[in-house]
């Protein structure tokens, strides 16, 4: 049984930071990219940023120069920084993990970035 388990999201001011972690139990094969979504009320649910097996990243424009991903292939973790947060930021943040067969989604984790 594979489970995605996340952790780090919480209430951050503006211009804050968070870390996003996203650790994998179970048994995982043949993985083609891992990454972050999040969807905020009301909207749809978009990628925020991706990583592939051998290290490729791509990120929204919205995102770019400010989130980072990160993974650590050997453990089946992805993290995300994120820095300069805004307000538009807010949504609720979900890992993926994605295998040639199926996507394994986390549970998802809150993100308000507010004043």
């Known amino acids: 049984q594979v489970q995605l388990v996340e952790s780090g999201g919480g209430l951050v001011q503006p211009g804050g930071s968070l870390r996003l972690s996203c650790a994998a139990s179970g048994s995982i094969f043949s993985i083609n990219a891992m990454g972050w979504y999040r969807q905020a009320p009301g909207k749809q649910r978009e990628l925020v940023a991706a990583i592939t097996s051998g290290g490729s990243t791509n990120y929204a424009d919205s995102v770019k120069g400010r989130f980072t991903i990160s993974r650590d292939n050997a453990k089946n973790t992805v993290d995300l920084q994120m820095n300069s947060l805004k307000p538009e930021d807010t949504a609720v943040y979900y890992c993926?993990?994605?295998?040639?067969?199926?996507?394994?989604w986390g549970q998802g984790t809150q993100v308000t970035v507010s004043s």
């Open positions: 993926l993990i994605a295998t040639p067969a199926i996507g394994y």
